[in-house]
């Protein structure tokens, strides 16, 4: 035992490469880009405009190519102690102090999104009253002992300075993959329309992003809102001593488009889209009670194609609301989404009986002649749900209750592709199913002896 | 892949006889990489199998294979067969994963359908593969998308617009953002349907070359061709070649084919509506002398400017007979 004492201590610091290598491979490429628009979202974040547009005149640039990735904000910039203390650091500290609501909350963003691009980074910012810089060879870095990254001095020029506060990050000597991806227009369109969603909220509100020279608008959520026809919406408030509060404002409707991508639910985690139209269990789709085994939500089909849900967590402690650190899902351990998932199942139910009842009509009168579907079709208002109340409960009319015309059923059946071909030409429509309407049609004509 | 050889008589199609005939002219000057009696030429035969007799004719290629999701028409389509041509009755995207990818290739994948998702994975198939001098054309029909047929007849007038229906169906990183629904119709979705392909290849190939080795795998467009013999269709014309390559690449000479449109512009097909008699009296004029103008009688002048630019390529059965 005693020679074991007297030797050197074991260690177990891990090396740069390593860690670097780590960091890196927990997060896909386009993330890790929209972690970067995360953090100029928190830096419009701490200085809002007042009234409904509070990113008003705040920006966001990014350049993409084979060569480099550039992302340029005017965002206020953050302060030399900031960079010191807690920007660069792998984690963040205890005292770190924070970003009311902020979406970039894990501290480990902007480091894993320079690492993960390239080879080479420099990181400069400029406050109203400070300017400083920061010139990474990462190569050069991973060999030398010691966590600093040096300082460098500030070169102010026209998009950065003390009267125009903000930030420059740019990445060459790319990594061969990235450099590949970077330089693809499918992969640019990606994060355009990545952008677009996920981040609608700040662009709603004002932020003007733009990605390689193209602006870039917000992509938004309607849901129909008229006499007889209204969502659901609740507010959940989670508040615990010595925690900060987090509410979670829940929303149900029918949406205007019929189009099953769009269908699901939507999660959004101070103002940050987490989850797009989710149609998995997670947000309860398939969801089976377990003593009974009856099915309280079914799985998602094509019929559920007009289900919208919104659920919004807002927090000013962003460790509170319940994303996983790469935001790309929700965390299912968090009491605040558990609560709050229970109340989003029982909330989705009269909707998706509602959309049943909606199949069904449309069953029996065809979608032609569905006096439900006309219902929800005709003279809709488009809604953004930001402007719902905040608690209501679903409302839509019952099947039967709105009456048009005759009573109808559908009749389908099937014969040779080549007679119904020599009937289509001989009645001269171009369709199987008006081959069928018309003889139908005609037969009725004949026989009625009109 | 439908079989529109019911409908359509491939050899009857002037237009398509021009592309077939251009298109051998682009395949002739591979030699730089290889003879090219000794690349594997890929294709859809259909029942006419026109373009695999004349490239057998016109440049002593050996090895076919016909691509063909035929059917009950198999038994046809064997008879038909011209030569030794091996036909493979399943569809392409089971068969471009097991071709010989070692071998130099010319592939013509032409569809008779407007883009789909299943021909972006073909294209991608092709650049995950193809060897440095491979060639690699790709037609598609050009009317209209269907989802704009779609969206005119959804009984739901607040169903998907065409464009949401267009970009759900592809994914948002196909579609290019600058994409309006009237880029769904004619020429301008023939523009849209290339640049997807081009996009969709230059992905593949950005996998391929990530691997940090030097001499990266290219793609470069050749040409590109619109034309109409009854549906407007549009073809992508490229090769793929490694940096090392660039030097054999230039020897081709692609930039020289004589039926170039100015300014890398679509190279655009045009049939002359001629009568017999027009056709002769332009044809003893051609290839003009220079600085002589053609001597038109009563023939349209845009007519005959179509025809002396194109009659090399044209079918000596485009005769409008009055």
């Given amino acids: 035992m005693s020679d074991i004492v007297a030797t050197p201590q074991i260690s177990a610091e891990p090396t740069k490469a390593f860690f670097v290598e780590m960091l890196t491979r927990d997060i896909p490429l386009e993330q890790a880009i929209l972690d970067l628009v995360d953090n100029c979202v928190d830096g419009a974040k701490r200085a809002p405009k007042p009234g409904a547009m509070p990113f008003d005149g705040y920006w966001v640039t990014i350049q993409l190519d084979k060569e480099r990735f550039r992302i340029v904000d005017n965002c206020g910039g953050f302060g030399t102690d900031t960079a010191r203390e807690y920007a660069f650091r792998f984690g963040r500290p205890a005292g770190t102090p924070r970003t009311a609501n902020s979406i970039g909350q894990f501290g480990v963003g902007m480091k894993r999104a320079l690492f993960k691009f390239g080879r080479h980074f420099v990181v400069r910012s400029a406050t109203s009253t400070e300017t400083w810089s920061v010139d990474v060879d990462v190569t050069k870095w991973e060999s ?83 006499q007889g026809l209204s969502s659901g919406a609740d507010e ?32 959004v985690c101070n103002g940050r889209v987490i ?163 018309r003889t139908f049609d005609l037969v009725l004509k004949r026989q009625r002896g009109e | 892949m439908t079989a529109s050889f019911r409908r359509i008589d491939y050899s009857l199609r002037p237009a398509k006889y021009a592309e077939r005939r251009m298109l051998s002219e682009v395949f002739r000057r591979l030699r730089p990489f290889q003879p090219v009696e000794e690349y594997l030429y890929v294709g859809f035969g259909s029942v006419w199998f026109s373009d695999f007799i004349l490239f057998h004719k016109a440049l002593g290629i050996r090895d076919m294979i016909s691509i063909e999701q035929a059917g009950k028409a198999a038994p046809r389509i064997i008879a038909n067969k011209p030569f030794r041509i091996h036909i493979d009755f399943r569809s392409s995207s089971k068969v471009l994963p097991e071709l010989d990818w070692k071998r130099r290739q010319f592939l013509w994948l032409d569809y008779d359908d407007p883009l789909s998702p299943a021909m972006l994975l073909d294209a991608r198939t092709v650049a995950g593969n193809a060897t440095s001098g491979t060639v690699v054309a790709l037609s598609v029909q050009c009317m209209r998308s269907p989802d704009v047929t779609a969206a005119e007849l959804d009984d739901d007038p607040n169903g998907p617009p065409a464009l949401v229906r267009f970009r759900q169906r592809f994914g948002r990183e196909r579609v290019p953002q600058e994409v309006q629904e009237d880029d769904l119709m004619g020429w301008p979705y ?72 100015p300014g890398g512009r679509p190279v655009r097909i045009p049939v002359p509506k001629l009568t017999t008699r027009e056709f002769r009296s332009l044809e003893s004029q051609l290839p003009l002398k220079d600085g002589a103008e053609l001597e038109l009688g009563e023939i349209p002048a845009a007519e005959a400017k179509f025809f002396a630019e194109m009659y090399r390529y044209l079918p000596n059965f485009a005769v409008i007979e009055s």
């Avoid at chain 1, 003390?162 to 990594?175: A, C, M, N, Q």
């Fill in chain 1, 275 to 437: 989850l797009e139209a989710d149609r998995r269990p997670v947000t309860g789709w398939g969801l089976v009670e377990d003593e009974a085994n009856t099915i309280m939500i079914p799985s998602f089909h094509n019929q559920f194609a007009r289900f919208r849900g919104i659920v919004s967590f807002d927090s000013e402690d962003s460790s509170r609301v319940p994303w996983n650190t790469t935001k790309t899902d929700v965390d299912q351990d968090s009491p605040v989404w558990q609560k709050t998932f229970a109340r989003m199942v029982e909330m989705m139910r009269p909707v998706i009986d509602f959309l049943n009842e909606l199949d069904a009509d449309i069953d029996e009168h065809t979608r032609e002649h569905s006096p439900l579907l006309d219902f929800i079709t005709t003279s809709t208002i488009q809604t953004k749900p930001e402007s719902l109340p905040k608690k209501s409960s679903f409302a839509a009319p019952a099947r039967g209750a709105i009456i048009k015309g005759p009573k109808t059923v559908k009749i389908q059946y099937s014969r040779k592709i080549d007679d119904i071909d020599f009937l289509q030409d001989a009645l001269g429509v171009s369709s199987a199913k008006a081959v069928g309407e």
């Fill in chain 2, 190 to 261: 023939g523009t849209v349907s290339r640049a997807m392909l081009v996009a969709e290849i230059a992905a593949a190939l950005a996998v391929r070359n990530s691997n940090g080795k030097p001499d990266e795998m290219k793609f470069k467009t050749i040409c590109e061709f619109e034309y109409e013999d009854g549906a407007k269709m549009t073809t992508l014309l490229g090769i793929f070649y490694r940096d090392s390559d660039v030097t054999t690449l230039e020897q081709c000479g692609f930039d020289k084919l004589e039926f170039l449109a």
């Fill in chain 1, 144 to 226: 030398e002992s010691g966590w600093h990254f040096p300082w460098k001095p500030f070169a102010g020029d026209e998009t950065i300075a003390t009267d125009k506060p903000g930030t420059e990050i740019v990445v060459t000597d790319l990594r061969s993959e990235v450099a590949f991806r970077f330089a693809t227009n499918n992969f640019q369109n990606l994060i355009a329309g990545l952008i677009k969603s996920k981040h609608r909220q700040f662009i709603s509100g004002g932020l003007r992003i733009s990605l390689n020279g193209a602006h870039l608008d917000a992509t938004n959520l309607y849901l129909i809102e008229k």
């Fill in chain 1, 236 to 267: 959940l408030v989670f508040e615990e001593d010595g925690q900060a509060k987090v509410t979670a404002s829940i929303i149900v409707g029918v949406g205007i488009s019929s189009s099953p991508r769009e269908a699901g639910w939507y999660v």
